[in-house]
């Protein structure tokens, strides 16, 4: 395979799982997905993102420790796919790296910022390629969240000229976005995806992640409860919006569930309908008809979160959802397919934002090149 102008995914999510890595080509504005891989993130270097990403545990040393040591991975992760493809440096246009956040703060009595780490430089050296990252901070200079940011290539690849869709992303966050023919693209967080499932399921199992959603599905929820984790100031908020760790994490839920005489897998099976639950009631306060919901991103693994999504749905009179498998894109690589396409629209020098999303006073080009 030579010069196939072929462009990079690097994705690293809130839930710090893996590192996924995709190689695709946009032939006539046809996304052609050459393979994927997902790197396995060590545990130390997770400790360290987990430890950085606590409000209040600032530690300049550490940041620009990890920083490098990311930068390294992501590098491995792209040779390793690279070699796996037999590509080498000239067949790659660029890299999107989306980079792991560590501090998400949107614009609101404070200033807004986003802190995404793991070296471009390091990316670009070891790798011979060029680097697109630093895509959130140009969006939130134009006043933005800076998230989500896969709307603009969800629009791209899965709307449909007649019906309204709604792609769900359930990674550590949920993201919704709203492709409607008529009135255009719109999309912002709606709360946890995977995040409190995870924390939940590390804290009383073995497991990073509760397979299947086997465990919750054990569990009895607990209505009290339910209605108290809804009371979380997030769900108050209107769009543009967006969130992370520093509003969903396990000292928050912590303080939700002490004075509840729940066993840790009737908390699980709440957490599972909370999760789904506030997915489907932002989908439902679209107040607008759907023709279509298509879920990506690793909750899709989760089958007793899809269960009750479904049910949650059908309760406010919504489609039963689909993979985006279906509309040609397997679930779990949508997301880094996004920062391979937000990398071709920085080559291309074209806009990556949605201002409707994510509140920003214009378009605008985003992310930096980082040459090899
Ligand atoms: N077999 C499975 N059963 C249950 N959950 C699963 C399974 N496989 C993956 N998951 C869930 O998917 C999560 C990873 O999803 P994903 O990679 O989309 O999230 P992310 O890295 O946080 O991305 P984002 O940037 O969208 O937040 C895991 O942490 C886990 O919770
Ligand atoms: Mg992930």
């Not at 995914?9 to 893996?18: A, K, P, Q, V």
């Not at 996304?31 to 060590?42: A, D, I, K, R, V």
């Not at 009383?204 to 054990?218: F, K």
């Not at 020098?349 to 920003?360: L, R």
Request: glycine share 8%; with cysteine; charged share 15%.
């Amino acid at each position: 395979m030579k010069n196939i102008a072929a462009f990079i995914g690097l994705m690293s999510g809130t839930s710090i799982d893996s590192i996924d890595v995709v190689a695709v080509t946009f032939a006539h504005k046809n996304l052609n997905l050459l393979g994927s891989y997902s790197h396995p993130m060590p545990a130390k270097l997770r400790a360290q993102i987990l430890s950085l990403s606590e409000p209040g545990q600032d530690d300049v040393q550490l940041l620009a420790e990890t920083d490098h040591c990311l930068g390294k991975l992501f590098a491995e992760a792209s040779l390793a796919l690279m070699t796996q493809l037999n590509l080498s440096s000239k067949d790659i246009v660029a890299i999107g790296s989306h980079g792991q956040t560590i501090r998400h703060q949107p614009p609101g009595i404070k200033p807004g910022f986003s802190l995404q780490i793991g070296n471009p430089n390091q990316i670009a050296a070891v790798t011979g390629c060029s680097v697109i990252a630093d895509f959130r901070r140009k969006d939130m200079a134009y006043g933005g969240q800076g998230a989500p940011l896969v709307p603009a290539f969800h629009r791209e690849i899965f709307h449909h000229p007649d019906k309204t869709r709604v792609i769900i992303n359930i990674g550590g966050i949920s993201n919704i976005t709203i492709l409607d023919p008529s009135s255009g693209c719109r999309g912002f967080d709606t709360g946890p995806g995977n995040i409190l499932l995870d924390a939940w399921c590390q804290k009383y199992t073995n497991s990073n992640y509760d397979d299947e959603g086997q465990w919750g599905a054990t569990g009895l929820y607990n209505d009290a409860l339910l209605t108290q984790l809804k009371n979380h100031n997030f769900f108050s908020r209107t769009g543009p919006k967006s969130t992370g760790r520093e509003d969903f994490n396990l000292d928050w839920l912590e303080q939700q569930t002490h004075l509840f005489d729940l066993t840790p897998a009737d908390i699980q099976a709440t957490l599972t309908l909370y999760t789904a639950d506030t997915i489907a009631q932002s989908i439902a306060d679209l107040a607008e008809p759907i023709d279509e919901i298509f879920v990506c991103g690793g909750g899709i693994f989760n089958l007793e979160l899809i269960r009750r999504l479904n049910e949650s749905l059908l309760q406010r009179t919504m489609p039963a959802i689909h993979s985006t498998a279906r509309l040609g894109l397997e679930p779990n690589w949508v997301e880094a397919c996004a920062f391979a396409w937000l990398a071709k629209q920085r080559i291309d020098m074209k806009p990556g934002n949605v201002p409707a999303v994510t509140g920003a006073s214009r378009e605008t080009i985003l992310g930096c090149i980082y040459l090899p």
